[in-house]
């Protein structure tokens, strides 16, 4: 067993923390108070190789491993976790077409990602099917060869700025998951348009909206796997992608270790730096050990990804503790800077709303729990 990181990614983590450091930390506060999409650093992050870090070289991208994206995604994340989600629904939109995608499909939507500025977004929670994918009511229907799709998406990342959608829809709601498909969907397509960009509590930097399909008529071509395959895809992209909130998570609490640490050593009271209250120093510990055990709980579920094994119950260990702890890091943050905490001044109000989302999408903690216990229950 080595913990040690290659070269290479180590280099990969320095220009990432730079590029974190430079980018977006002294702009991250700006774009939480307007909710303003940050184009322009989004395309100097694709410029340095810091999108798309998946996609296979063959495809034009970095071909880095699931570790690669989430040693990222942590950097990206102690800036600012709205910008990292955007970044990293890119990866979550092309995930299916790595996964069950024709090599024609790869080339030509990987292959946008990677020649141009372009974003991805994966289309799968709805109004009344979030958590519970199988009671979708998204309808595809099959004309010949062909195939027409109708219905609302929700909580979409990227949804009003992606250049296509990987879009799952049911054949027949009673079939549950059985009736489930994937298909990649060209934004441009008549029929497909973006609703309004939800005013979100936090990750206010990210593009999050409904995706509305109206008598879009697809072809043969656009099904990603098989018609009754979908369900299994959207789990399997959810396997791949569980490692990235962990890593999210990780960064964010560093982030919360950092500030507090900072703050406790200047700040004073009763004639001394609050860091030498004993109160305040056991939250620092616990934030330390958060950190740590969520990143080395990230880099388990990432290698067991990166080793072939996406059934791995560690990725919602990762996913569920991550979360859990990066809120509860954040509220201890807050409370360390006391008042000043409850106010923008300071970023740990913002670390406390980014931190929220993270037990809420792509499973919350709830759920994970329930795949943990039926994993526990079954004997595995």
Known sequence: MDLRLTEEQDALVSTAREFTRKEIIPKAGHWDETGEFPKDVMKKAWETGLMNIEVPAEYGGLGGSCLDNCL?????????????????????????????????????????????????????????????????????????????????????????????????????????????????????????????????????????????????????????????????VAMKTFDRSRPWIAASAAGLIRRCLEESRAYALERKTFGVAIAQHQAIQFMLAEMAIAYESTRLLTHKAAWLVDQGDLSSIVSSYAKAYGADAAMRCATDAVQVFGGYGYTKEYPVEKLMRDAKLLQIYEGTSQIQRMVIARNVLGGK
């Open 72 to 232: 990222v995604q942590e950097e990206v994340a102690f800036g600012c976790a709205g910008v990292n989600t955007s970044m990293a629904a890119n990866s979550l939109g092309s995930m299916p077409l790595l996964i069950a995608g024709t090599d024609e499909q790869k080339k030509k939507f990987l292959g946008k990602l990677s020649s141009e500025m372009a974003f991805a977004a994966y289309c799968c929670s709805e109004p009344d099917a979030g958590s519970d994918v199988a009671g979708m009511r998204t309808r595809v229907t099959k004309h010949g060869d062909d195939y027409v799709l109708n219905g609302q998406k929700r909580w979409i990342t990227n949804g009003g700025v992606a250049s296509f959608y990987t879009v799952f829809a049911t054949f027949d709601p009673a079939m549950k998951h059985k009736g489930i498909a994937c298909f990649v969907v060209d934004a441009s397509t008549p029929g497909v348009k973006a609703g309004r960009k939800e005013n979100k509590m936090g990750h206010r930097a990210s593009n999050t909206t409904d995706v509305i399909f109206e008598d879009v008529k697809l072809p043969k071509s656009a099904l990603v796997g098989t018609e009754d395959g979908g369900f299994k």
